[in-house]
């Protein structure tokens, strides 16, 4: 999920980067939602504060509620928050320079009275790029222990038969997950296929794919055979480099 929040104080065009976002998100297939601030205020102040997945600040510069400039300081230096991507967009270039020298890891500082709207687009490709690069965990509780599994270290997740548990195989370690194989699927990403009906793979931890005995290899020299019909085409397409 990305979340796009977004602080405009004009109605226009707040509107303009909405549809600008929508556009650039129709070419992915990723969950996202756009939040609506017209200022700096504590409303936005306790979402900035939020733990809510990747966050895409587009902040204007002037408001009546205060400056661009000292939210983007806020979101880095007060929350701690290093991982988020600012854009500035305002018609006032003379504070170009002034948040450069803050060193804010502004994405970018774009000027809404000069093509925008292109700037925007390759502003949120590189925003994109960060998201698909970042390191993705699924966390969950199990018999009062915390786990956090970093997503590209699965193997396989598999249903444990007549159970609501699923079995994830990790490269070092093996671990159980309350849940359905269902439920469990919405944490994961594009990297992830349902081969079977009880088996999830990683498509990045496979080796190699017999497409003669439908056996799947998987780096770590595991193999497993449950593949569905369905599934065997996207397989095949991943490993010779297709996907």
Not at 77 to 85: I, K, N, P
Not at 176 to 203: E, H, Q, V
Not at 210 to 215: I, L
């Amino acid at each position: 999920m990305i979340n796009f929040v977004i602080c405009e104080d004009e109605p226009l065009l707040l509107n303009k980067y909405i549809n600008e976002i929508d556009k650039f998100m129709m070419r992915y297939d990723t969950d996202y939602k756009c939040y609506k601030y017209k200022g700096y205020d504590e409303e936005w102040k306790k979402y900035a504060q939020k733990e809510d997945g990747f966050k895409v600040y587009l902040l204007d510069i002037k408001t009546e509620t205060g400056s661009g400039i000292d939210a983007a300081r806020m979101i880095r230096e007060e929350f701690d928050d290093w991982v988020s991507m600012i854009i500035i967009i305002t018609a006032y270039n003379e504070y170009k320079y002034e948040a450069l020298e803050k060193r804010l890891m502004l994405v970018d500082f774009i000027n809404k009275l000069s093509n925008f709207e292109s700037r925007l687009q390759n502003a949120l490709s590189i925003c994109m790029k960060n998201y698909d690069n970042r390191h993705k965990y699924i966390r969950y509780t199990y018999k009062n222990n915390i786990y956090n599994i970093d997503l590209k270290q699965i193997i396989f997740i598999e249903k444990e038969q007549d159970s609501k548990r699923c079995v994830i195989k990790t490269i070092s370690n093996t671990y159980i997950m309350p849940g359905t194989l269902n439920s469990i699927a919405k944490n994961l990403d594009d990297r992830f296929i349902k081969c079977y009906r009880n088996m999830i793979i990683n498509l990045e931890q496979v080796e190699s794919y017999n497409t003669k005995e439908g056996k799947i290899t998987f780096k770590n020299g595991e193999s497993i055979t449950a593949v569905s019909r369905n599934q065997k085409k996207e397989i095949v397409k991943y490993v010779r480099g297709l996907r």
